[in-house]
Nanobody
Framework: QMQLVESGGGLVQAGGSLTLSCAAS????????MGWFRQAPGKEREFEAA????????NYADSVKGRFTISRVNAKNTVYLQMNSLKPEDTAVYYC??????????????????WGQGTQVTVSS
């Protein structure tokens, strides 16, 4: 199995920035595609960004395209989400996830077999 631990969440003013990290252990990190999802109260978990095993292909949801950047450093078993120009509607619990379909950058929840516990991001207006 793979264990994922998110960190870096917190409180930030609208227009500010945060960087989330997800540290992985238990499997060969480079064998997995990685994704970031978020879930606000009363809403479904939604896709934000994904990156393939090599880190040379990415996919973003329209709501964060141009503001968020996903990256990975396989030597550190870590995936990052750089979030800029944050908006109050970005407030949610953010989850990282791992997929054994390592060549692809899917936004579908069922593709991801491993999930972290989430980290809270709150954006004040």
């Amino acid at each position: 199995q793979m264990q994922l631990v998110e960190s870096g969440g917190g409180l930030v003013q609208a227009g500010g920035s945060l960087t989330l990290s997800c540290a992985a252990s238990g499997r060969t990190f480079s064998s997995y595609a990685m994704g970031w999802f978020r879930q606000a109260p009363g809403k479904e978990r939604e896709f934000e960004a994904a990156i393939n095993w090599a880190g040379d292909s990415t996919n973003y949801a329209d709501s964060v395209k141009g503001r968020f950047t996903i990256s990975r450093v396989n030597a550190k078993n870590t995936v990052y989400l750089q979030m800029n120009s944050l908006k109050p509607e970005d407030t949610a619990v953010y989850y990282c996830a791992a997929s054994s379909s390592s060549r692809y950058t899917s936004g579908r929840v069922p593709v991801y077999g491993y999930w972290g516990q989430g980290t809270q991001v709150t954006v004040s207006s």
